[in-house]
C-alpha cells in the first residue's frame, strides 16, 4: 500500500465565541477523515486552532474590560477543550497570536506586496465586524427600517479609511481557469456551480488591511496597518506545517495534500481569496477545499440572539460522545444543511446504535460467552458464500475509501451499516438458537461467522465512534490494529473474548 501524507483542517474559530454545535461538527468531520485516513496507512496531520485577531476580538475585550491578548488566553483553552472533549486527534493546535504564526503571515503579504498585488488606497464601504467581511450592496439584505444585514444575519456599518488594496481583480480569468481544469477543487459540486458564478460576476480589488484599530498582525511595509483578519487567519493553515518560510522543512511537504473543510459561510474566502493569493504568492494551492451545510435547531436558524444555540457539551454529557459524533455525520448528507432535533437523536441512536449494532453485539457475543465459556470457535466446512461474506470485507474496503476520496462520509456510514443489516441478518436468518439445540457445527460456524464481521464493523467504526470501535475490538480481544487491512490477518478464531459490556444504553422516546 503506498503511504501518502495528508493535511486535514478545520476553519480556525473565533476565540470570543461560544462553541457550538457548529463548531463541533466542522471538527468531527475533519477528525473522521483524519482518521480514516490513518487507518488506510497515510501519514497524517490534522489542524485546528484559534482566531484570535480583527475588531470583532478588540471589541469582545473592550466590554469584558480586559487586553485583547488576555481574552484570547483565557478563550483559547476553552477551544482546546473542546478537542478532549470531542475525543478530537488533531496534531496541532495554531492560535494566531503566536510568533510562528504571525511570521508566515507576514511571508506572504511580503511575497504579494514585492509582487506588486497590494497597493495603497481607500475604502469606502460596508463591513461586518460578526463576519469581518467586507460586503457590496446587492450581496446585503434591506430591512424595512432601511438599514442592511448580511445573509448570516449580523449588521453591517458604513466604513472610510485608507487601506492597501489586493488585486483580485486581475486573477479573476486565472481562478476560473483553475477550477475548470482541476473540477474537484471545490466541493461538492452545487457549492463549486456557486463558487464560480460569483467569480464569473466580475471580483473587484480586496481591501486587505485597517487603520482605525490596532488588533491584529502589522503590515511589514507599513506599521500604521494592521492586516485584513482573514488574510492573516488564512495563513494559519500553511503556518502551522512551515510552509510560509524561506526555511521549509520536511513536514512543509504535506501542503501538496491540503483539505480544507468549512462551512459554506466561509467559502468564499476559502475558494476565491485564498487561490487568488496563493497564486499572486506563486505557491502550491491546497488540494480542496469542502464546504458542509448549516444546522438549524428544531427547524430555527442558530443565533446567540435568539438564545438557541446548541451546546455540544450539554448534549455529550446527557447522550454520550459517540452517540453525538455519530448523530451528526450521520442525520444530514454531508455537504447539505441539517435539522438538529433530540427526537431526531435519540431515534438514532435507539435505532441505528442501540437495535442494529448493539444488539448485534450483544446477542451473538454473549451466545459465544455461554456456550463456548467465551472463546471464539474454530469453523468446520464453511459454505462458499459464508467464506464470501467474510472476504468482502476488501471490496467494502475499496468503495469506501473510494467515497472518502470525495468527502462522502455519509455514503460511508451507509455503507458500514449495509454490513451491519447484513450481519443482522446473516445472524436471524441462521437461528443459532435452534441451531445450538441440535448442530453444534453450524452453531459454530454462524457465531464464528458473525464475530468476524462484528471484528470488520469494529474497526470500520473507527473513524465515526472511535471509542466504541474500541470498546468492541477489546470484547473480541483484538489489540493493536492501526490499519484497516491488519484486521484481516487476525484469525479470530480461539481467542477468547474480554468481558462483554452493553454499547448503547437506550434513551426513551
Ligand atoms: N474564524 C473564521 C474561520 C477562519 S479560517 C481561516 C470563522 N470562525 S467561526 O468560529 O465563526 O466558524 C467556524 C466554523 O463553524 C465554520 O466552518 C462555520 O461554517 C461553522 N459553523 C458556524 N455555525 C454553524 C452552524 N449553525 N452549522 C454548521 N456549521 C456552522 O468563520
Known amino acids: 500500500m503506498s503511504q501518502k501524507k495528508e493535511f486535514f483542517t478545520t476553519p480556525i474559530y473565533y476565540v470570543n465565541d461560544v462553541p457550538h454545535i457548529g463548531h463541533a461538527y466542522t471538527s468531527i468531520a475533519v477528525d473522521f477523515l483524519a482518521r480514516f ?28 474590560s480586559i487586553s485583547p491578548i488576555d481574552l484570547c488566553n483565557k478563550n483559547s483553552i476553552i477551544f482546546r477543550e473542546l478537542t478532549k472533549k470531542l475525543n478530537l486527534s488533531n496534531d496541532d493546535f495554531i492560535r494566531t497570536t503566536e510568533t510562528r504564526h504571525k511570521s508566515g503571515a507576514s511571508h506572504l503579504w511580503k511575497l504579494l506586496f514585492e509582487n506588486g498585488d497590494i497597493y495603497l488606497d481607500e475604502y469606502t464601504g460596508w463591513y461586518s465586524v ?12 434591506k430591512q424595512e427600517n432601511g438599514s442592511f444585514k448580511t445573509i448570516t444575519g449580523g449588521p453591517v456599518e458604513w466604513i472610510k479609511e485608507e487601506s492597501y488594496f489586493f488585486k483580485l481583480s486581475k486573477y479573476q480569468e486565472r481562478l476560473l481557469d483553475y477550477y475548470d481544469k482541476h473540477p474537484d477543487f471545490i466541493l461538492p459540486e452545487t457549492k463549486r456551480n456557486e463558487v464560480i458564478n460569483f467569480v464569473k460576476g466580475g471580483l473587484r480589488d480586496l481591501s486587505v488591511s485597517r487603520t482605525s484599530f490596532n ?17 492573516d487567519a488564512l495563513t494559519s493553515y500553511p503556518n502551522s506545517i512551515n510552509f510560509l518560510t524561506d526555511n521549509q522543512d520536511e513536514m512543509s511537504s504535506f501542503w501538496s495534500n491540503a483539505t480544507h473543510i ?18 499572486a504568492a506563486k505557491l502550491e494551492l ?8 448549516w444546522w438549524t435547531n428544531e427547524g430555527n436558524k442558530i443565533s446567540k440572539s435568539l438564545g438557541n444555540v446548541i451546546d455540544p457539551v450539554l448534549i455529550i454529557n446527557e447522550y454520550g460522545l459517540d452517540q453525538f459524533r455519530y448523530f451528526v455525520l450521520r442525520e444530514v448528507p454531508f455537504g447539505n444543511d441539517g435539522d438538529f432535533s433530540i427526537k431526531a437523536l435519540k431515534n438514532r441512536i435507539n435505532s441505528d446504535l442501540a437495535n442494529d449494532l448493539g444488539n448485534l453485539c450483544q446477542r451473538s457475543l454473549t451466545m459465544i460467552e455461554k456456550s463456548f465459556d467465551s472463546i471464539i470457535p474454530s469453523p468446520s466446512n464453511l459454505t462458499d458464500d459464508n467464506i464470501d461474506l467474510i472476504k468482502n470485507f476488501n471490496h467494502r474496503l475499496e468503495q469506501l475509501i473510494d467515497k472518502i476520496s470525495m468527502q462522502d462520509i455519509t455514503g460511508y456510514i451507509k455503507n458500514v451499516w449495509e454490513l451491519i443489516s447484513l450481519s443482522n441478518k446473516f ?14 457445527t453450524e452453531y459454530k460456524n454462524v457465531l464464528y461467522v458473525t464475530a468476524n464481521l462484528i471484528k470488520q464493523i469494529g474497526i470500520l467504526i473507527n473513524p465515526i465512534m472511535p471509542e466504541t470501535s474500541e470498546k468492541i475490538l477489546y470484547m473480541l480481544n483484538i489489540n493493536d490494529i492501526n490499519q484497516f487491512h491488519q484486521i484481516n490477518d487476525i484469525d479470530i ?3 477468547k473474548l474480554n468481558e462483554i459490556t452493553p454499547l448503547f444504553p437506550r434513551v426513551d422516546k
Open 37 to 64: 485516513s490513518r487507518l488506510n496507512g497515510n501519514e497524517v496531520r490534522f489542524l485546528t486552532g484559534t482566531d484570535e485577531h480583527g475588531l470583532k476580538i478588540q471589541k469582545a475585550a473592550e466590554i469584558a
Open 130 to 141: 460578526n463576519d469581518e467581511t467586507f460586503y457590496n450592496e446587492k450581496d446585503l439584505i
Open 215 to 231: 488588533w491584529g498582525i502589522s503590515v511589514p511595509n507599513d506599521p500604521n496597518h494592521i492586516m485584513y483578519v482573514w488574510l
Open 262 to 279: 468549512v462551512g459554506k459561510d466561509i467559502l468564499r474566502h476559502h475558494a476565491v481569496y485564498w487561490p487568488a493569493f496563493l497564486i
Open 286 to 293: 491546497p488540494k480542496r477545499i469542502y464546504a458542509h451545510g
Open 427 to 440: 445472524f436471524n436468518d441462521s437461528k443459532p438458537w435452534e441451531l445450538k439445540k441440535n448442530n453444534e
Open 493 to 495: 478464531s480461539g481467542l
